[in-house]
């Protein structure tokens, strides 16, 4: 743990600071608030009667989300009888549920985890015993996965949400007799009836269990604290500088707010700034987020290179007004120069692309915002974060030199969940994270991604752990062996390619992929097949998966 003096000091590369806007500051301090809702209490007070979120037509002002978050709080401490630092699960699409769910967890001290709404009911099954969830939050689409996941867990109370967010959900699936269940209208209702005495915060409470995929093939839990999602906001907010006006956005938010990117950034940060908040349940219907930029011509838009490559192919976009955008981000995979070319033609605005990990809160590095034309690499570290560049003795390179980027910061989590073994070996003895992203770093202290230490695949914007793959790939009858690799895709920057060694000549690539769609996200299940005499292997029998990407 590093201590207040040694945030304070920012102590870092003065060679990136050259490149900061004017007027934004060398660090931040992550103990001015002491935790989220702590934050979050001025521009609920300032912009009480201005929306806050809308979806689907539907909205909610600043005051109404205070409420509905206060009565989401009482219900989980005083009808659900959850103590501070339980664990709350929450598996829903970008609805209005989300984040006055998410505000009120974080109100009763509790530790959210978030959970992808596409999971299958192996994948909710891990994240639910590995957390220790108690209570669930869910949209009514995705009960039947719930079904098959909960057994074995410990949860108790499930709470189910609509669409229409304060409706009453339609569906009706049965859970077993230990399960209270309960619709969030009433949950609401509950929890305005009774008003519970909510525990006090501090920074260290933990508020997130952020997954993320792990070399083994186990999902991992990153714990983030209050500290450290309230550190990430300030940098990120200290980084943009005069960008972006209080009481005077509005952001459409198509990214997931499961994924800790639009989570941070989309939501807590703008909310904190007063902005309005467009939440897009389904970013694949990409004519229907078009058409939520043509009615409320936003100031911001985050998203992924595909995103925005797909956005510019939908008849009409060149209708658009975007006479408002003023800040364009992407993430979670490289920034093409031919897309945010584009963009800017189309919208006057670069794409700015930054870089981040759920085990950062996210925000490492991102490019400054007032850079008048598009540079490839993932920018510059925000204020009170260092960056160090090293090789496998964990010694730092030469400038220029390609290293493994490793990050130390008020934003760095805590560890994994209940995995120490797994936290000493991203962390170094000086108390950097390493990411398994390999860079160099141009003479004024900008960042570009070369190669992944891993060999994790970035589809659409989400990660894909290959170990993963090969252990469901491997259940199947009649395959010996596995292998997969991540392969160059036109529309989602990667896709799964598995290599795989079968007794059983009948196994063709359609029943591979069948199964692994039965237990698989769907940006997980293989887009190829290839059936392989044997995999290349080293002198000591590691498949090299090097070689398979030269096939």
Not at 150 to 164: L, P, W
Not at 323 to 331: A, K, P, T, V
Not at 439 to 449: K, L, N, R
């Amino acid at each position: 743990m590093w201590g207040r003096a040694r945030y304070a000091r920012g102590k870092g590369k003065s060679v990136w600071f050259s490149q900061y806007d004017k007027g934004v500051p060398q660090s931040i301090d992550p103990f001015a608030f002491s935790s989220i809702p702590n934050i979050l209490r001025s521009p609920i007070d300032t912009y009480a009667q201005s929306i806050a979120f809308q979806c689907q037509g539907k909205t909610l002002t600043y005051e109404q989300t205070d409420s509905n978050a206060d009565a989401i709080a009482s219900f989980l401490v005083g009808t659900a009888k959850l103590k501070k630092g339980a664990r709350v699960a929450i598996m829903a699409p970008n609805i209005l549920a989300f984040p006055i769910a998410t505000l009120g967890i974080l109100r009763a001290g509790l530790c959210q985890v978030n959970v992808n709404p596409l999971y299958t009911a192996r994948e909710l099954e891990h994240q639910l015993k590995d957390s220790g969830a108690e209570a669930m939050i869910i949209f009514e689409g995705t009960l039947s996965t719930l079904r098959e996941a909960i057994k074995g867990s410990k949860v108790k109370t499930v709470v189910v949400t609509a669409a229409d967010t304060f409706s009453e959900p339609g569906s009706k699936i049965a859970m077993p007799r230990r399960i209270r269940t309960i619709s969030l209208p009433d949950a609401i209702a509950a929890g305005r009836s009774k008003s519970a005495k909510l525990p006090t915060l501090k920074g260290d409470d933990f508020a997130f269990i952020q997954y993320t995929g792990g070399t083994t093939g186990v999902s991992k839990g990153a714990t983030l604290t209050h500290r450290n999602i309230v550190a990430n906001m300030l940098q990120v907010d200290a980084f943009m500088g005069k960008v972006l006006e209080p009481g005077n956005e509005t952001i459409i938010t198509a990214l997931p707010l499961y994924h800790i990117f639009a989570l941070t950034v989309n939501f807590l940060i703008f909310f904190r700034i007063g902005g309005k908040n467009i939440l897009v349940p389904n970013a694949r219907d990409i004519e229907g987020l078009v058409s939520l930029l043509s009615a409320h011509r936003p100031t911001a838009i985050t998203g992924v290179n595909t995103l925005f490559n797909g956005m510019m192919s939908v008849p009409g976009i060149n209708d658009v007004d975007f006479s408002q955008l003023r800040l364009s981000i992407g993430g979670g995979a490289a920034i093409q120069q031919s897309v945010s070319d584009r963009w800017k033609e189309l919208t006057g605005r670069n794409i700015l692309e930054g870089y981040g990990l759920s085990e950062t809160s996210p925000v490492v590095t991102m490019n400054p915002p007032t850079r008048p034309n598009f540079r490839p690499g993932i920018g510059i570290p925000v204020p009170s974060t260092e960056v160090s560049l090293r090789d496998d003795n964990n010694k730092e390179v030469k400038q220029g030199e390609p290293g493994e980027i490793c990050v130390r910061g008020p934003q760095v989590m805590q560890g994994y969940w209940n995995r120490k073994k797994a936290t000493r070996e991203v962390m170094t003895r000086d108390g950097y994270f390493k990411t398994g992203d390999i860079a160099i770093m141009e003479h004024d202290g900008q960042f570009v991604i070369s190669d992944r230490k891993k060999d994790m695949i970035l589809v659409s914007g989400f990660n894909v752990y290959p170990n993963e793959i090969e252990a469901v790939v491997a259940e199947i009858p009649g395959v010996v062996e596995c292998a997969c690799i991540g392969i160059p895709d036109e529309k989602t920057g990667e896709a799964v390619k598995v290599f795989v060694v079968r007794s059983d000549d009948s196994l063709s690539s359609d029943d591979v992929i069948a199964y692994c769609r039965e237990k698989l996200a769907a940006y997980k299940v293989p887009k190829q097949v290839v059936f392989i005499a044997e995999l290349p292997k080293s002198p000591v029998g590691k498949i090299l998966r090097r070689e398979l990407r030269d096939l």
